[in-house]
């Protein structure tokens, strides 16, 4: 999951930690605020793992069986030569799909929810020092699999030695052995690996615009190397749902149905949806004639509050009055009383 997350850098949630009381509706509920457009879920069982990616907010879903994969650092570990560096990650890699032409609606599936997976690239204005990985999907229709790959992409200048290349790139050789610099240029005449290792022209461009690596000028030709970084998976799509992780099978690798099978299916789906909404708006009423009764109930306090401070008010007046012409012998003038209100204390 770590590795997948690196691969996907650096739009994913990296930080993102799911807690076991987490379910999937919690994740739908904040991705629209985030702008994620894609799920990707991880699981184990018995049986074997699965990865599952859905497109938010309303599907469709697909599930993949890993058949076998190898970490990061596995893959890492088999070279001679590691290239990683932090500016391989800050932008994302360039998607490369392979043999997706074949019949069937869940090929077009695939290569679409991958496809918006990344972002598009507009060929004319690219800038060429954003690319810096590349994500290799080769699908295999013999044996219905998907080979998954991931690529640091290292570009080289070509026509030039060793000992050429290290001085373009500011690299100080050892020239103790050497009268002359130019003993170390005329004996170091092989190629440089990224040219030793071309068997053709095929991996050699002419660059439209300049590479922030050394050497690599524009209309200038230079070799293109694909330096695995890892992870490697092994896919086989099991299953396309229609909706988010429900909803119906439109494709299954392992299960298949007959046309009665699948209109009895939908039927059953279809009476569930009904009772359903039936019991949605059920809950609806029900809440609604709560609510009525809670704002009666209130309307009916707010009354009886009102009446009771009236009767206060009234029966202070008389008492005052009464006070009055028991002391004094006469009635009071009319706006002699006041009614008192009563303090609350908070």
């Not at 560096?85 to 994302?92: D, V």
């Not at 005329?186 to 690996?193: A, D, Q, R, T």
């Not at 022209?201 to 922030?212: G, H």
């Not at 949605?280 to 009354?303: G, T, Y």
Request: aromatic fraction near 6%; hydrophobic fraction near 35%; proline fraction near 4%.
């Amino acid at each position: 999951m770590r590795d997948f997350k690196k691969v996907m850098e650096p739009f994913t949630a990296s930080n993102l930690k799911v807690m076991k009381g987490n379910s999937v509706k919690d994740f739908v509920s904040v991705a629209a605020m985030m702008n994620v457009t894609h799920l990707v879920i991880f699981t184990k069982t018995k049986i074997g793992m699965y990865m599952k990616i859905a497109r938010l907010p309303r599907g469709p879903t697909l599930t993949f069986q890993i058949q076998n994969y190898s970490l990061a650092r596995d893959v890492l570990s088999t070279l001679r030569r590691q290239v990683t560096y932090a500016k391989q990650f800050e932008h994302h890699p360039l998607l490369v799909l392979n043999n997706f032409t074949g019949e069937g609606m869940q090929l077009k599936l695939m290569a679409s929810m991958f496809q918006n997976m990344y972002p598009s690239i507009n060929v004319n204005k690219v800038n060429l020092n954003t690319i810096r990985r590349c994500v290799l999907l080769n699908y295999d229709p013999e044996k219905e699999t998907l080979d998954f790959r991931h690529y640091t992409i290292k570009v080289a200048p070509c026509g030039m030695s060793k000992a050429v290349k290290k001085l373009i790139q500011s690299k100080i050789p050892d020239l103790s052995q050497y009268r002359d610099i130019s003993e170390f240029i005329i004996k170091s005449g092989n190629l440089s690996e990224s040219e030793a290792e071309v068997d053709g022209p095929e991996n050699q461009v002419t660059l439209p615009q300049n590479i922030s690596s050394r050497g690599n000028l524009t209309s200038q030709k230079s070799s293109i190397r694909l330096i695995e970084l890892g992870p490697r998976m092994k896919l086989q799509l099991i299953k396309v749902e229609e909706g988010l992780m429900e909803g119906e099978v439109l494709f299954h690798k392992l299960v298949k149905k007959s046309q009665e099978e699948i209109k009895i299916l939908r039927a059953a789906k279809e009476r569930k949806r009904k009772i359903k909404e039936k019991r949605q708006k059920q809950q609806e009423q029900n809440k609604k004639r709560k609510e009525d009764i809670k704002n009666e109930h209130k309307e009916h306090s707010l009354a009886g509050i009102k009446r009771k401070q009236e009767m206060e008010k009234h029966f202070e007046k008389d008492e005052d009055k009464q006070w009055f012409i028991q002391e004094v012998g006469e009635e009071p003038d009319p706006g002699l009383f006041v009614s008192r209100k009563k303090r609350r204390l908070c």
